[in-house]
């Protein structure tokens, strides 16, 4: 009995798909394999965005089909847009051939859920919220060199536009001796790279430690790896942490920092809390402590409301802040969500102007940081083959990704590459 899993949407879909992977390998699947081959296929779904559901609902469509044809086959759907209100009944009415949905809040049963499949015709089980922040499934990891790690779930920020509060519940911190532990363990095991992962890291508090305090001791954990923490909001990015930052050569001083727009104006009808001024003299903080720090972010345009000079502010921040990239989107009203009630969405004919406005200016700059490490020497963790090219890849410290040719496999390793060529956020080059 093999398994296949399809994951949609950010790093903590990713590493909860992993987490599925682990519950399934405990009650007897096998092996991961594709889709027509499975006995079991489980969806792990995101609604960040229409697209991303849309995406979604095209994929757990295409397999009526295949469910008629293969006896026995279980359709499993979970994750965000499972969870969101009213969804699960959507999708019930929608593809009757699903025969498994579970919410954000219970991956933990699914083993008793496929237990339960064997005498009922349909299960479906969703929490409407779980403070609980271990759940005990056991994670079959499959980032190797990197390692994700939960600090936090959950969301209490609000941003007008966004559903994750909706559909993640109320924002809980693990325990810091337990994320401290599972760190050294994984380093332990061999991992190289640990990504600390939360919607919004700077707001991790147990008892006495907050973010910059946890951070501070898992750097602290001996052996050579890399450290990355992500998603920080601007809000909450401090002094300290940047110091924190500074003290560990293990941290890479690369942030995530979402800005959303360059607009005060907006960034308050987003409800974000802080201003364009007030987000740049993070920026300035950052750069001062640490010169050679990158920062990426992430950029909506067509806010409801939003001028053309208003777009033009994110235009301009893009190079004000100096971002290495930056994920783009247009904005996409979410049901429930504040933004979704307001007057002035903008047509679709000015956000395709937009956003490609927007992608150009952000290429711009990437392709121009990017040249200037044609000639420098880099150390990349190497994280794959990509049969494509026929070429290794791994990331440098500052998040470019690094391209070069092996004669052995060196995945896991750490390796020092000239780089001879750059294409946007890809670096070129031969292996030292
Ligand atoms: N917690 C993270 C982001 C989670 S969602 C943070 O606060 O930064 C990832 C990104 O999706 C967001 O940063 C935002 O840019 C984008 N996003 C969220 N909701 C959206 C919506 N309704 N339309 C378009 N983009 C959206
Ligand atoms: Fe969404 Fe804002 Fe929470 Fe990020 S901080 S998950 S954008 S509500
Ligand atoms: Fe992530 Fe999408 Fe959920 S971005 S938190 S999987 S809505």
């Known amino acids: 009995m093999n398994y296949a899993i399809v994951t949609f949407g950010c790093q903590m879909n990713l590493h909860e798909s992993e987490k599925i ?36 609902f095209g994929n757990i469509g295409a397999l009526k089909k295949l ?12 994750g965000c847009m499972a969870q969101e209100p009213g969804k699960a009944q959507v999708l019930k009415e929608k593809f009757p051939f699903i025969d498994i949905i579970f919410g954000t809040h219970n991956i933990f049963e699914l083993a008793s859920l496929i237990e339960r499949k064997k005498s009922e015709k349909r299960v479906i089980s969703l929490y409407e919220d779980r403070l609980e922040t271990e759940d005990g499934a056991p994670a079959c990891r499959t980032s190797y060199p990197n390692a994700w790690v939960n600090i936090t779930y959950g969301c209490n920020n609000f941003c007008t536009y966004c559903i994750v509060p909706y ?14 532990e599972e760190c050294r363990a994984l380093i332990a095991e061999g991992y190289k790279e640990i990504t600390l992962l939360g919607q919004n890291v700077n707001s991790y508090r147990d ?55 360059g607009s005060s104006r907006i960034l308050k009808l987003m409800n974000r809390r802080y201003t364009r001024e007030e987000y740049l003299a ?24 939003e001028t053309e000079e208003e777009f033009g502010e994110t235009l301009s921040l893009v190079r004000e802040a100096d971002f290495s990239s930056a994920f783009t989107f247009v904005y996409s009203p979410r049901t429930g969500t504040a933004a979704a009630k307001m007057e002035g969405q903008i047509p679709e004919e000015v956000s395709k102007d937009r956003i490609t406005r927007l992608v150009a200016a952000v290429n711009e700059n990437t392709r121009r940081k990017s040249e200037k490490y044609v000639g420098r020497e880099i150390e990349v963790l190497c994280e794959d083959f990509d049969e494509k090219r026929g070429l290794y890849l ?34 070129y080059g031969e292996k030292i």
């Open 67 to 78: 469910k008629r044809q293969k006896k026995g086959l279980i359709i499993a759907v979970g």
């Open 21 to 56: 992977a682990g519950i399934l390998r405990s009650v007897g699947y096998e092996k991961e394999v594709a889709p027509e081959e499975a006995d079991i296929i489980v969806f792990n779904t995101c609604c960040i965005r229409e697209n991303a559901e849309n995406h979604a």
């Open 282 to 305: 993070k920026v300035a903080l950052l750069k001062r402590e640490i010169p050679e720090a990158e920062i990426t972010t992430d950029l909506i345009v067509s806010f409801p409301t």
């Open 167 to 180: 559909v993640r519940g109320r924002e809980r911190s693990r325990s810091a001796d337990v994320i401290v």
């Open 207 to 261: 008892g006495d430690v907050d973010f910059p305090e946890l951070l501070d001791r898992v750097a602290a954990i001996e052996g050579k790896f890399r450290l990355r923490f992500m998603t920080s909001h601007p809000k909450d990015f401090s002094e300290r942490l940047v110091a924190v930052m500074k003290k560990h050569d293990k941290i890479l001083n690369l942030l995530h920092l979402p800005a959303q727009s």
């Open 394 to 427: 791994g990331r440098e410290p500052l998040g470019r990704m690094g391209y070069f040719a092996s004669e052995n496999n060196c995945v896991g390793e750490f390796v020092r590459m000239k780089v001879t060529r750059a294409n946007g956020v890809s670096l």
